[in-house]
């Protein structure tokens, strides 16, 4: 009864992922939160909870995109719900990009470790000097 409450209103949605690209990838169900991703081999499958689009009311799309090993964009699609329901919950990446590549998410940029830096005004001013 406890587990019904507290599990009984999750969304997720199951997808699938099918790597048919030719290359091991890293592969990003959110393209917007780029902290997390799959390795995924050649020819490989992996699965995915997503929590959003929900229905065909929510009009939020859904950017799945892959990178190769050496962080080249081999695969960016974005997915409404319909297109979701159109393609079963199956992505299958292949060697594709229909992403505006002014329209996709930054990479988070790599923080320089800075040695012997006490508070922010001294690490600005180490950032300054490099």
Not at 23 to 48: I, P, Q
Not at 76 to 96: G, H, M, N, P, S
Not at 105 to 126: N, W, Y
Request: glycine share 6%; net charge positive; proline share 2%.
């Amino acid at each position: 009864m406890v587990a019904a409450a507290c599990f009984g209103n999750d969304n997720a949605r199951d997808i699938k992922l099918v790597n048919s690209s030719g290359t091991a990838v890293h592969l990003y169900v959110d393209a917007a939160d780029r902290r997390s991703a799959f390795d995924v081999a050649v020819g490989a499958t992996e699965r995915s909870g997503v929590m959003w689009p929900i229905d065909s009311t929510d009009d939020r799309t859904r950017t799945v995109l892959a990178e190769d090993l050496s962080g080249k964009l081999i695969y960016c699609e974005r997915f409404t719900y319909r297109d979701l329901e159109r393609v079963k919950w199956t992505i299958t990446i292949e060697v594709r990009n229909s992403c505006d590549r002014f329209q996709l998410p930054r990479r988070r940029a790599a923080v320089p470790e800075l040695k012997g830096v006490h508070g922010a005004r001294d690490a600005h001013t180490q950032l300054r000097r490099q």
